[in-house]
């Protein structure tokens, strides 16, 4: 991205970030060849802000947030946090940082720890954070559980006796336990019925206001972060294709493949008329391409030009851009 | 029962009072508890609801599906053209299913068998109800797969299912469950687990091949987007019963229980920025132990006395749009 200024309302900087996970074969496992799960990803999230990553599964996405957290080493790039590049920190150099940032999972079933009470799970991170006195720490678990609207007295019960709604506070209630500024949510609300993803997303929205958090929301649905999210970061096959704010994105998309993305979700108004705005056929093997745009296969504005043209990340806006040779060149 | 707009003959699946509860540890859940609905021919229906409402109960005791025990169908008819699918032996129903009721299921990957190729599987399907030889066999099976949309049908006939693609794979079990032609095909979330753009393909290919082939489709989904895409009518389950019936137009435009209502004031979308969702409040009771009266009453905004009590008729606004909740009812006819 262009915007290079020094700025301190930014809390996490992605610059060029690579991710390759190599493909192996054979008794020996020799590499025969690379998946490129993120291929040069740059983007900016600002204080108190929410910036949303879509894209299709296998896009790359889940890995972004692993290699923000530091669950995984990034290839290459820079990870700015707090103006500290932090990709090639070790773990201690780490430690500091990793109650800075947390993660809440798709899975409500699959991220809580069944032998553990709902109090022993949160508590764990209070204690982390240093509080040594348990009277104390016992005030803070209660707050915590009534910030995520749960009653204290759920402290001593095990996760099997909530429901999917109830397990994703707690997951949020166990993140926010360590007091951190960015929270990656990777599809929080995906696993939730309609009526209980409101409450969630509500919830979201309040913590933020309230402790000022900053998100990175990782999600397929396109209503959801178009509602949550200020800017929104479309991925295809690891490169960011397209930023913009919200508003934006929805009103004035420029990638054809955000155009499709758009144009596929099916509207609960029946007054719009759904109609699919390509001809994209499935999504084809992983860099099958060499040179050239990633999507050209789907595409349905795909030149000749496509094929072999590097692209840059041209902006088209006010904090708008876009990895398209067609729309760089039109303007 | 409902009074419905249309004469009954025109149903295809006619389902009447059906209640199919669960017996588990003393406890009886009663998943689906007296909901009736039918599907016309060439119509697409749609219920929706959220996990645990019974939908798939509903489906599955169509084909005669229901493990018992522990399930158990307690009351009801299921008239499928004109017989009494609750009534017929299990050698009668195996002609029906597959045959004239097909059904495609949610996840793709675990439908099919890993070790078996598409070929295969595909052929099962079909020799178990129609006579053909190989040399026949083959040519209608490459037909069939190039009427999903699956390119190189030939080819992905000696494929595992590992080696298609999620969309993919969901084709071929469109292509199986229209092997026999049926009449009407069941489709249980199938394209829950899709990404958007190829959940767009799918629904665009079932529309297809209904127009095509003039068969009924029974939708079950949790999605209301996809269901106002694609629906001739939609049902709406809550909680074991049908809450409200109508449709697209009058179930999005002017819904009349307060659960759709809410369901649809909860969906996000940029529209509603900076403005808090609505959403309803606690969350679906346990089958087990649903509260007496109207099940939705605890999380009823416009909950009264008498919903605590009694169970709430079905109050018809005119022109098949059918909701059981009999307090709005009351406010709508007053204030007009």
């Known amino acids: 991205m262009e915007t290079k200024t020094k700025n301190n309302s930014i809390v996490l900087r992605l610059e060029d970030v690579k991710k390759y996970f190599p493909i192996r074969r054979g008794f020996f496992?020799?590499?025969?060849?690379?998946?490129?799960?993120?291929?040069?990803?740059?983007?900016?999230?600002?204080?108190?802000?929410?910036?949303?990553?879509?894209?299709?599964?296998?896009c790359g996405k889940t890995t972004i947030a692993r290699l923000i957290l530091k669950l995984l080493e990034s290839d290459a790039g820079k990870i700015i946090f707090q103006d500290r590049d932090i990709s090639r920190f070790s773990e201690k150099e780490m430690k500091p940082y990793r109650k800075e940032m947390q993660i809440i999972f798709q899975d409500p079933f699959g991220s809580l720890n069944p032998r553990m009470t709902v109090g022993q799970t949160i508590e764990e991170g209070i204690r982390i954070l240093g509080n040594k006195h348990a009277k104390t720490r016992k005030k803070s678990l209660e707050t915590l559980l009534l910030m995520v609207g749960m009653s204290p007295d759920s402290a001593d019960r095990y996760p099997h006796e909530f429901s999917g709604g109830q397990r994703q506070r707690i997951g949020i209630a166990r993140a926010l336990s360590v007091e951190p500024?960015?929270?990656?949510?990777d599809e929080p609300v995906s696993a939730l019925d309609v009526s209980i993803q409101a409450q969630i997303i509500n919830l979201l929205k309040d913590l933020q206001d309230q402790l000022g958090l900053s998100y990175l929301f990782i999600s397929h649905d396109l209503n959801v972060v178009g509602y949550l999210c200020n800017t929104i970061s479309v991925m295809y096959k690891g490169q960011i294709v397209e930023f913009a704010p919200s508003e934006d994105i929805f009103n004035q998309p420029h990638h054809p493949y955000t155009i499709s993305l758009l144009s596929a979700i099916p509207d609960p108004d029946p007054d719009k008329k759904w109609h699919i705005k390509s001809s994209n056929g499935p999504i084809g093997d992983s860099d099958g391409f060499p040179e050239g745009c990633k999507y050209q296969d789907r595409c349905f504005m795909a030149e000749t030009a496509c094929r072999k043209d590097k692209m840059g990340f041209e902006k088209v806006g006010e904090n708008h851009f876009v990895r398209c040779w067609k729309v760089d060149k039109n303007k | 029962m409902d009074k419905r707009?249309?004469?009954?003959?025109?149903?295809?699946?006619?389902?009447?009072?059906?209640?199919?509860?669960?017996?588990?540890?003393?406890?009886?859940?009663?998943?689906?508890?007296?909901i009736s609905f039918e599907v016309r021919q060439r119509e697409t229906v749609c219920i929706v609801g959220e996990s645990g409402c019974g939908k798939t109960v509903s489906a599955l005791s169509?084909?005669?599906?229901?493990?018992?025990?522990?399930?158990?169908?307690?009351?009801?008819?299921?008239?499928?053209?004109?017989?009494?699918?609750l009534k017929l032996d299990e050698k009668a129903m195996q002609k029906i299913r597959g045959n004239q009721i097909a059904m495609v299921f949610q996840e793709p990957l675990t439908s099919l068998n890993p070790v078996f190729t598409i070929g295969d599987q595909l052929g099962e399907a079909v020799r178990t109800h129609k006579y053909m030889d190989t040399e026949a066999l083959k040519r209608y099976m490459i037909q069939l797969l190039s009427d999903v949309g699956i390119p190189?049908?030939?080819?992905?006939?000696?494929?595992y299912p590992h080696q298609l693609s999620g969309g993919q794979?969901?084709?071929?079990?469109?292509?199986?469950?229209?092997?026999?032609?049926?009449?009407?095909?069941?489709?249980?979330?199938p394209t829950t687990a899709l990404d958007v753009t190829v959940q767009a393909q799918i629904l665009e290919l079932l529309?297809?091949?209904?127009?095509?082939?003039?068969?009924?489709?029974?939708?079950?989904?949790?999605?209301?987007?996809?269901?106002?895409?694609?629906?001739?009518?939609?049902?709406?389950?809550?909680?074991?019963?049908?809450?409200?019936?109508?449709?697209?137009?009058?179930?999005f435009r002017s819904p009349r229980h307060p659960y759709t209502q809410g369901l649809l004031a909860s969906l996000p979308d940029l529209s509603k920025r900076g403005k808090r969702l609505y959403s309803i409040p606690g969350s679906v009771?346990?089958?087990?132990?649903?509260?007496?009266?109207?099940?939705?009453?605890?999380?009823?905004?416009?909950?009264?006395?008498?919903?605590?009590?009694e169970y709430p008729k079905m109050c018809d606004y005119g022109h098949g749009h059918l909701a059981r909740c009999p307090v709005l009812y009351e406010k709508i006819v007053h204030s007009k």
């Open chain 2, 285 to 309: 009771p346990n089958p087990a132990y649903k509260p007496k009266g109207c099940p939705f009453h605890p999380r009823c905004p416009h909950a009264i006395l008498t919903c605590r009590k």
């Open chain 1, 29 to 58: 496992q020799h590499i025969v060849g690379w998946v490129k799960a993120v291929d040069g990803v740059s983007f900016e999230i600002e204080k108190g802000k929410t910036m949303g990553l879509v894209g299709e599964s296998g």
């Open chain 1, 181 to 185: 500024s960015l929270i990656v949510c």
């Open chain 2, 5 to 34: 707009p249309m004469p009954h003959d025109t149903a295809l699946l006619r389902v009447d009072n059906l209640k199919v509860y669960f017996q588990s540890d003393g406890e009886r859940a009663r998943a689906v508890d007296g």
């Open chain 2, 169 to 189: 794979r969901q084709r071929v079990m469109i292509a199986m469950a229209l092997s026999c032609d049926p009449d009407l095909m069941i489709a249980d979330e």
């Open chain 2, 207 to 251: 529309r297809s091949i209904q127009q095509k082939r003039s068969m009924s489709i029974l939708y079950i989904s949790h999605d209301l987007g996809v269901v106002s895409a694609i629906a001739h009518r939609i049902y709406v389950m809550y909680a074991g019963i049908m809450a409200e019936q109508g449709n697209a137009d009058q179930i």
């Open chain 2, 62 to 85: 169509i084909l005669g599906l229901i493990p018992s025990p522990p399930g158990e169908i307690v009351d009801g008819e299921i008239l499928f053209s004109g017989q009494n699918l």
């Open chain 2, 152 to 159: 190189s049908p030939e080819q992905r006939l000696s494929d």
